[in-house]
């Protein structure tokens, strides 16, 4: 997949996030990648979940939810990404271990699925051979005249889709097709797996189309079901067309999605804010009070002197205070 295939890479992984209780930024390293091969790291990355734990503040001692797992590359010294955690998102460990195990099974479903697909995948092509080849690289061409020993010389994408359209038959449009794709749908759908697709990136690459029918109809897990869903809310936001007003649908309703997952992390961070101002109120509330009963103790009323009776006062308008604030919030 990439031309770095062969260079070196130490991946970290952090937890950070700032304290809810003191704003402190805080980073907790979860896992060492070691020193690999980036062609090794993928494999790794494949078998490695970062569970997401909460992380304690340096400064306060508190407990608090991270709020992004941050990757960073030591032979480079460089941040490779920084993702933000979606607790809306967050899933149990059954749902957890449906998805890995749906991963991890992507050979197998595809194997029992490949042909069904393929002959989806080239019906869909055929019907449009024109546009279909015009989404084809160069060197996705070469694999395809290949596939039918034909030799070529190819110079540029626009000459490589000429030739495709003048030099092959019709009858052999179906296997060139097939040959032609192998990058796209062995070498990305299925070694990459659904929760490794990047749509975005596949329809700049490949093409609108062809990633269209990829992300809809590539034969996943179950499990894995609702990531497609997703996948096809970024890829139909723009669309136009005769399906235009369904699709833009969807596309609205990952928007309207998105935006929930916003304000429930916003809420849920809030909610931890609070509990810390409760929580720090509640001590002064005990200190206060104890103070109360201490002084109460010492003397008995009567002969109680002013000072003391002025403080009772005081800390008992505090305690008000303090009790109205709690009410507050
Ligand atoms: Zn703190």
Redesign the pocket.
Request: charged content about 30%.
């Given at each position: 997949m990439s031309k770095f295939f062969d260079d070196f890479v130490h991946l970290k992984v952090y937890l950070v996030g700032r304290?809810t209780?003191?704003k402190?930024y805080n980073e907790l390293m979860v896992h060492d990648y070691g020193r690999l091969p980036y062609s090794k790291l993928e494999d790794e990355m494949d078998r490695t979940n970062h569970p997401i734990r909460p992380i304690s503040?340096n400064?306060?001692g508190?407990e608090y939810k991270p709020q992004q797992l941050v990757y960073r590359d030591v032979v480079r010294d460089s941040e490779v990404a920084k993702v933000n955690i979606d607790y809306s998102n967050i899933i149990d460990d059954e749902k957890s271990a449906a998805m890995q195990e749906g991963h991890d099974d992507r050979f197998k479903i595809y194997q029992k699925r490949e042909q069904e697909f393929w002959a989806a995948y080239t019906e869909f092509a055929l019907e449009d051979w024109k546009s279909a080849v015009g989404e084809l690289m160069r060197q996705e061409i070469e694999a395809g005249f290949a596939a039918l020993g034909k030799k070529t010389t190819l110079k540029s994408d626009l000459h490589a889709r000429r030739e495709v359209l003048q030099k092959i038959a019709a009858s052999d449009r179906r296997s060139f097709w097939i040959a032609a794709n192998q990058e796209f749908i062995v070498g990305e759908l299925l070694d990459l797996g659904v929760m490794g697709w990047v749509p975005i990136e596949f329809a700049k690459r490949y093409g609108a189309a062809r990633t269209r029918f990829g992300v809809m109809y590539f034969p996943i897990a179950e499990a894995l079901e609702d990531l497609r869903t997703k996948y096809i809310g970024l890829l139909f936001k723009r669309e136009r067309g005769d399906n235009a007003f369904l699709l833009r649908r969807i596309g609205q309703l990952t928007d309207a999605a998105h935006k929930q997952t916003v304000k429930y992390n916003k809420a849920l961070r809030q909610t931890d804010e609070q509990k810390h101002v409760i929580a720090e109120m509640q001590d002064k509330l005990g200190v206060a009070n104890a103070r109360i009963t201490e002084l109460s103790r010492q003397q008995p009323a009567q002969s109680r002197d002013s000072d003391d009776i002025r403080r009772i006062r005081e800390l008992k308008s505090f305690v008000g205070e303090l009790l109205a604030e709690l009410r507050a919030i």
């Amino acid at each position: 997949m990439s031309k770095f295939f062969d260079d070196f890479v130490h991946l970290k992984v952090y937890l950070v996030g700032r304290c809810t209780k003191c704003k402190h930024y805080n980073e907790l390293m979860v896992h060492d990648y070691g020193r690999l091969p980036y062609s090794k790291l993928e494999d790794e990355m494949d078998r490695t979940n970062h569970p997401i734990r909460p992380i304690s503040c340096n400064k306060c001692g508190t407990e608090y939810k991270p709020q992004q797992l941050v990757y960073r590359d030591v032979v480079r010294d460089s941040e490779v990404a920084k993702v933000n955690i979606d607790y809306s998102n967050i899933i149990d460990d059954e749902k957890s271990a449906a998805m890995q195990e749906g991963h991890d099974d992507r050979f197998k479903i595809y194997q029992k699925r490949e042909q069904e697909f393929w002959a989806a995948y080239t019906e869909f092509a055929l019907e449009d051979w024109k546009s279909a080849v015009g989404e084809l690289m160069r060197q996705e061409i070469e694999a395809g005249f290949a596939a039918l020993g034909k030799k070529t010389t190819l110079k540029s994408d626009l000459h490589a889709r000429r030739e495709v359209l003048q030099k092959i038959a019709a009858s052999d449009r179906r296997s060139f097709w097939i040959a032609a794709n192998q990058e796209f749908i062995v070498g990305e759908l299925l070694d990459l797996g659904v929760m490794g697709w990047v749509p975005i990136e596949f329809a700049k690459r490949y093409g609108a189309a062809r990633t269209r029918f990829g992300v809809m109809y590539f034969p996943i897990a179950e499990a894995l079901e609702d990531l497609r869903t997703k996948y096809i809310g970024l890829l139909f936001k723009r669309e136009r067309g005769d399906n235009a007003f369904l699709l833009r649908r969807i596309g609205q309703l990952t928007d309207a999605a998105h935006k929930q997952t916003v304000k429930y992390n916003k809420a849920l961070r809030q909610t931890d804010e609070q509990k810390h101002v409760i929580a720090e109120m509640q001590d002064k509330l005990g200190v206060a009070n104890a103070r109360i009963t201490e002084l109460s103790r010492q003397q008995p009323a009567q002969s109680r002197d002013s000072d003391d009776i002025r403080r009772i006062r005081e800390l008992k308008s505090f305690v008000g205070e303090l009790l109205a604030e709690l009410r507050a919030i």
